[in-house]
């Protein structure tokens, strides 16, 4: 399957999360990012979010949205793309490790919700907390 990811945010998050990933990984054609910032409208956003689902579909079988935090901006544009895309996958918590492992093995895994629970998963085991005592865990 062949997958576009179109990344939402408050602010340059997505942005930068996205060139960090391209630092780990070269670039990557089939991400884009897109950051809602002061003063800009909510409507704007989601223009431009729809101007680029438009344009995936030529070349994509689906685009899997990334946003940084159920119940914002972001995450609610996103939701209103499903009234025309009722089979859009969105992830919320954006992350670096949620990022590059779900394009690593984008291309790999066919199922989109696995595809994306893995994910989660991983990233969700890179979040620890590093004090005194991780230096004395076996």
């Keep these: 399957m062949k997958r576009a990811f179109l990344v939402i945010t408050h602010g340059d998050m ?4 996205v060139k960090s990933m391209e630092l780990l990984m070269g670039p990557q ?5 897109l950051g809602l910032h002061p003063g800009e409208s909510v409507d704007d956003l989601r223009t431009k979010v ?3 689902l438009q344009a995936n579909e030529a070349d994509y079988d689906e685009t899997v949205l990334l946003v940084d935090l159920l119940g914002g ?3 609610n544009v996103s939701l209103s793309t499903l009234a025309k895309y009722h089979d859009m996958k969105i992830v919320t918590g954006l992350s670096l ?3 590059v492992n779900i394009l690593n093995f984008s291309e790999a895994e066919d199922d989109t919700e696995k595809l994306i629970t ?4 991983v990233a969700t085991e890179g979040m620890k907390l590093i004090d005194k005592n991780f230096l004395h865990q076996s």
């Design 14 to 17: 997505g942005v930068e999360t």
């Design 118 to 121: 893995d994910s989660i998963g």
């Design 29 to 33: 054609e089939n991400v884009t990012a």
């Design 97 to 99: 490790p949620l990022l």
């Design 50 to 52: 729809y101007d680029i």
């Design 73 to 75: 901006s972001p995450s």
